[in-house]
């Protein structure tokens, strides 16, 4: 080992050893600064010496390669099983997540290096949530279908196929024609103000768009045949057209009937219930009930609300943090001066931070980070900044309506874009990719927005305890952010647990943060239409709380350096943050250990 590993070694353990940067990928991180446009780049750094990269890989965790193999095997089976809900795809998941259980159970846990120890522990509660989630999916199928008793049967079309089963063309038009006359009925049933009683409107959008999902499917087994099979295209060509124009039809009249002008808000999201959300929970290793994350973040609104008065009074608003803050959202740069904004911001993070010696920034990381104008259709679910290697600015373009451009525009003001710039380029969104893609990227099947939104949401609290802000515009901005996050905590637990509407959710972020109404109605939008993870929006305070738990835990009490601490969860990859605690103290584990870090109390 190098003496600059060495001195990564927190006092009275061993784990950073194994963990810490080899001298010869640090030098090659840190070599020439990147150049201004025009200079010689002076783009000769050597690479990495090939004997350190060798050393560095020998002290990886053992199940690397199972965890790959495990990964590989499940996107393999699910582009092989690609009927939704399809109880043929639940059986074939539920004997392959059993079959990883078993061989797991006969591995020698303690023979495993501490990293394998901890890729074991990832892997089993990865498994056993699954298997949770399988019988989740069977519970949703059950309730939708009184609304679609068809689209089981339908779906045999598809698996036939990929068993590589030839095709009876007359009998395949004979299920197609029946499965019209069916769906037609339905639909008429539906129009005439009939059908199953009740249903829940999230239950019938779900269904509607399993019907979506149906379409799709057996388009492809359609196109599969027809054309090239003229007995199949001679028989299935009419009976086709009808069924694809009946599901479509079935759909509407599901969501005219159900869903409609009752719906309670933008949009139909589908709360998991408790049960559901403890069962999220402990995949994610957070071991507090939905309650108690609620009583956090209203402690966390509670402190934020101060510090705006706070701010409020300097700027000469008094007590009304809200006028302020109205004060800070005019203050929006003129249309096209945005990416100047982003380019400035991002350069003073890195400088501040850099100054103080937090994190190796690798000038490679600084050079490749691009920008892209959003546009205005993407804006509706995402009003705010997207980043990553690639940073999405989201302002207004010429075609927008003209409300719609001062929303925007208000909501991405200078002071409010303090907080997100650097979440998501530096030390942010696009270090953590930068960083993950080159070590320990297996552990990319373990990734969890607790991780990811967390760290990003951890800087923030570093760099406002640190005074990167530069005034009380500038600190207002950043607890706009700081109160987003709390505040959707609250909304998104309290929709899950049915306590609050999508509509009374955008009323909370308009009345207690200061959105924009459009910028809230997006938001909810994003939060609940099914591409984020049930605890999306609750991680990025509770991860950030819990790095920051972390950093106390290790860095306040002098067992690491800031930097070494940094590193070592930068380059030790995506997984529940508790796991990156077992990590940094090289906590002993067990075959069955299950979440127990109470973070937020000391515990």
């Not at 009275?12 to 600064?33: E, I, N, R, Y």
């Not at 069924?243 to 079935?250: K, P, Q, S, T, V």
């Not at 997006?522 to 239409?529: H, K, L, T």
């Amino acid at each position: 080992m190098s003496a600059f590993v060495s001195t990564l070694r927190p006092r009275g353990a061993t784990l950073l050893s194994s963990m810490a940067w080899p001298a010869a990928l640090l030098g090659a991180f840190l070599a020439a600064p990147v150049p201004a446009h025009g200079q010689d780049p002076g783009w000769s750094a050597s690479p990495p010496e090939l004997v350190d990269l060798v050393e560095f890989g020998r002290e990886q965790s053992d199940l690397r390669v199972a965890v790959d193999r495990y990964d590989e095997d499940r996107g393999a089976l699910f582009r092989r099983y690609d009927v939704a809900y399809s109880p043929v795809r639940r059986a074939r998941f539920r004997a392959f997540y059993e079959g990883w259980l078993d061989r797991l159970a006969e591995l020698d846990f303690d023979a495993l290096n501490h990293e394998g120890q901890v890729d074991y522990v990832l892997l089993r509660n990865r498994l056993d949530f699954e298997l949770e989630m399988l019988d989740q999916e069977a519970a949703d199928v059950a309730e939708m279908e009184p609304l679609v008793p068809y689209a089981v049967g339908l779906g045999e079309l598809q698996e036939t196929r990929r068993d590589r089963e030839g095709v009876d063309a007359r009998a395949a038009a004979d299920t197609l024609h029946a499965a019209a006359d069916r769906i037609d009925a339905l639909v008429a049933e539906l129009r005439g103000g009939g059908g199953p009683e009740p249903v829940k409107g999230v239950v019938a959008e779900r269904a509607a768009q399993w019907l979506g999902q149906l379409r799709r499917t057996l388009r492809g087994w359609h196109g599969y045949h027809s054309g090239y099979d003229p007995e199949f295209t001679w028989w299935v060509a009419e009976p086709w057209a009808r069924l694809d124009a009946a599901l479509e039809a079935h759909a509407g009249a599901i969501r005219a009937r159900y869903v409609g002008d009752a719906d309670d808000g933008p949009v139909i999201g589908d709360p998991i219930g408790e049960a559901g959300l403890r069962a999220h929970l402990a995949h994610e290793m957070i071991p507090y009930t939905a309650e108690e994350l609620i009583a956090i973040a209203e402690r966390e609104f509670a402190w934020m609300e101060e510090a705006l008065v706070e701010a409020s009074r300097e700027m000469g608003y008094g007590d009304d943090w809200r006028a302020a803050q109205e004060a800070v959202k005019n203050l929006a740069v003129d249309p096209g001066e945005k990416p100047g904004v982003v380019k400035e911001l991002a350069r003073q993070s890195v400088e501040f931070i850099g100054a103080r010696d937090w994190i190796t920034m690798p000038p490679l990381a600084e050079e490749i980070w691009r920008m892209e104008m959003m546009s205005p259709e993407r804006q509706l679910v995402a009003p705010f900044f997207l980043g990553g290697e690639v940073i999405q600015i989201s302002y207004p373009t010429n075609t927008m309506a003209h409300d719609d451009k001062l929303m925007s525009m208000r909501g991405n003001n200078p002071h409010f874009n303090r907080a997100t710039v650097h979440h998501e380029l530096i030390p942010g969104h696009h270090l953590q990719g930068f960083m993950t893609s080159r070590f320990n990227d297996h552990r990319g099947l373990f990734s969890t927005p607790f991780w990811g939104e967390g760290w990003a949401l951890y800087w923030e609290m570093v760099l406002w305890d640190a005074g990167f802000t530069r005034g009380p515009e500038d600190r207002i901005g950043m607890l706009f952010w700081r109160m987003h996050r709390a505040a959707r905590i609250i909304f998104s637990l309290s929709f899950h647990l049915e306590r609050m509407t999508p509509q009374e959710a955008v009323d909370f972020l308009v009345d207690r943060v200061g959105h924009e109404r459009a910028n809230a109605e997006a938001e909810v939008r994003r939060s609940f239409a099914g591409q984020y993870s049930p605890l999306y929006q609750v991680a990025y305070m509770i991860g950030g709380l819990q790095f920051r738990a972390l950093y106390d835990e290790l860095v306040t009490t002098g067992q690491m350096t800031d930097r070494a601490f940094h590193d070592a969860v930068m380059q030790g990859g995506r997984m529940p943050v508790e796991m990156v605690r077992a990590r940094l103290t090289d906590q002993p584990l067990t075959r069955d250990y299950t979440t127990r870090w109470r973070f937020a109390d000391g515990g």
